[in-house]
């Protein structure tokens, strides 16, 4: 019937799937650069065929078993005997040829000769037959370039968030979509013809800067897209999407020992979206809040056609003003930035509580996630079961925050995980598969707080500058996750310093959450002086399938046009 807004499906399901498709690419180039990154166990490399190798009481043909035999921690140096006679000790970063020849022991007193690689490295291949590190020799006095792979790439994911949170607002959620689908296919495909680090690291970069940025950007667009009533557990499942790239890491981690065939595998999954990213069309919403009513008007008639449904009249049913005064007025209007994130004190307080809260969980979830990985044997069934238990956790945060609400849920993440992160202080060290089992509880509370946090910001603030919220909290957060690679230096001080620090952050985040506003069963807000006045205005069911539609409230009233940007008036 026309005027009423019609309950819209298989135009949504399919627009939804094809965006959580590309999510699954998000959580393998995220996780990727984590085992492209490991520093294989490696050892000078002798000027020789080596005929036998010895290390303490083992002894093997080839070094490069040696190697697949000895820890991490281990720093003593292995014993080479060569085809021509000659006796090497090898540590991981120099050489030291004996004088006596026929003296195999262990202990060594004669006269040696000690020299650095230049022959390079001999590494151990019984994970990666071929690595980014290995290709590169990031191992001794390059160990360092190694190690900024990955707080580079989180860099990248910074910036990536902000500048197509921006592009969002300012240009469309279609322009953002397509501009990071398509980055993150090229770049993920150019990744694999590197020649040397810098174009490595740079490539790299802007492939964390789409992905990134895709992330921000499609979980406002599906809200906005799918409906107040399925919002919630649409918005939660993309993380599902993610969790499923991070079992295909460690799936393709283990079966492909090639850096470049496992950058290949994981790559060519982005292909079925560049072939239907063209569909995507722009939301009703960011085109109402931008005045363009007829464009608006055109989605929604497609939307109906598709679900052969009835279509309905915006400028009926939200009293829409489409007057020529109208649109000069729009183009008098000011476009929101960063700082209208702070304009209002409420808005300023809300932000800043925010904020913290998405640094915390971030801390926590990748402090917890090193320390789960880390000096494991078997990391790839590890990561394994840590994104397989998220999935389950995903789909109880969705009940409890329909039970309990948003504001309630967080609360309640965030104390639950300092304590959890007490008991792990607690546990003595010798309990080592007690702290294992509560490093993974804590880490899927946390991946669930992660998951839920996108939704939280993303409803606690008006269309117009929403991914600017979303895209500068991703940003802020992103700092933790650069500094995080580096905190080993606290545990020199203290080794369960930054367990203590993640401990404090979650009580006094929680305890600020506690005056965040409840948005839970509200619509999404469309000026940022709804949001200031914290008026939550609710929306006829049959509006729903809009994902947020203005009342005559937020309109001015019946036959006005909704407020606008004016110069120093922010909304």
């Known amino acids: ?44 490399k002798p000027p020789g065929r080596v005929r036998k190798a010895i290390f303490h009481n083992l002894s093997a043909w080839k070094l ?16 080479v005997e060569l085809q021509d006679g000659k006796v090497w000790e090898l540590t991981r970063c120099s050489r030291t040829w004996r004088e006596n020849m026929s003296d195999l022991g262990y202990i060594y007193s004669g006269y040696e000769f000690n020299t650095p690689c230049p022959d390079g490295y001999v590494y151990d291949q019984s994970k990666w037959r071929s690595s980014v590190v290995r290709r590169l020799n990031l191992v001794c006095e390059h160990k360092w370039y190694a190690k900024v792979i990955q707080p580079f790439y989180v860099f990248g994911m910074l910036l990536g968030a902000i500048v197509f949170g921006y592009i969002s607002d300012s240009f469309g959620r279609r322009v953002a979509l397509w501009c990071t689908g398509i980055g993150v ?80 595998i994981l ?21 109402l809040s931008e005045g363009r009513y007829k464009e608006a008007q055109g989605i929604v008639d497609t939307m109906a056609m598709w679900n052969e449904s009835s279509s309905c009249d915006l400028v009926k049913l939200l009293s829409l003003d489409v007057s020529g005064s109208r649109a000069k007025n729009r183009k008098g209007a000011r476009k929101l930035s960063l700082a209208d994130l702070f304009y209002y004190p409420d808005v300023a307080k809300r932000t800043l509580t925010i904020w913290l809260v998405w640094i915390t969980i971030n801390l926590g979830y990748y402090t917890f996630s090193i320390e789960a990985i ?10 394994f079961i840590l994104g397989a238990s998220e999935i389950p956790a995903y789909f109880f945060m969705c009940i409890l925050m329909q039970r309990v609400g948003r504001r ?23 309990l080592n598969t007690l702290k294992i089992v509560t490093v993974l509880v804590v880490k899927i509370v946390l991946g669930s707080a992660f998951a839920f946090i996108y939704i939280y910001t993303a409803e606690m603030y008006p269309t117009t500058i929403r991914c600017w919220a979303l895209g500068s909290s991703n940003m802020v957060s ?10 080993g230096h606290l545990t020199k001080f203290w080794i369960i310093l930054p367990q203590i620090l993640f401990g404090i952050l979650a009580i006094l985040s929680g305890l600020l959450s506690l005056s965040l506003p409840e948005t839970r069963n509200k619509p999404l807000a469309s000026t940022l002086e709804t949001t200031q006045r914290r008026v939550w205005v609710q929306v006829p069911e049959n509006k729903d399938s809009l994902g947020e539609a203005p009342s ?16 120093g008036s922010p909304g």
Not at 64 to 79: G, N, T, V
Not at 228 to 234: E, G, I, L, V
């Open 64 to 79: 490069e078993d040696i190697l697949a035999l000895r820890s991490p921690d281990e720093k003593d140096h292995i014993i």
């Open 552 to 567: 005559e409230a937020e309109m001015g009233g019946p036959g006005r046009a909704p407020p606008t940007a004016e110069p």
């Open 267 to 287: 790559c060519t999954l982005t292909v079925p979206f560049i072939l239907c990213c063209w569909m995507f069309p722009e939301t009703p919403l960011w085109l």
């Open 374 to 383: 880390r000096k494991r044997e078997h990391e790839y069934l590890y990561l």
């Open 408 to 430: 309630n849920t967080i609360v309640s993440c965030l104390l639950l995980s300092s304590i959890i992160c007490a008991i792990y202080i607690a546990i003595p060290w010798s």
């Open 478 to 487: 992103r700092v933790a996750s650069i500094l995080i690679p580096f905190s």
């Open 185 to 264: 296919f090229l770049f993920g495909i150019a990744s694999i013809f590197i020649f040397d680090y810098f174009s490595f690291m740079v490539i790299r970069f802007f492939l964390a800067m789409a992905a990134s940025g895709y992330f921000v950007v499609i979980i406002v667009y599906v809200m906005e897209f799918i409906g107040q009533k399925s919002r919630t557990w649409a918005s939660m499942h993309l993380h599902t999407f993610f969790a499923i790239g991070v079992l295909l890491v460690a799936l393709v981690s283990y079966l492909a020992k090639s850096w470049w065939l496992y950058q290949l």
């Open 1 to 44: 019937m026309k005027g009423s807004a019609p309950t819209y499906e298989l135009f949504q399901i399919v627009l939804y799937l094809i965006c959580a498709y590309q999510s699954i690419s998000c959580g393998i180039h995220y996780l990727s650069s984590v085992f492209l990154s490991v520093i294989p166990e490696h050892a000078c």
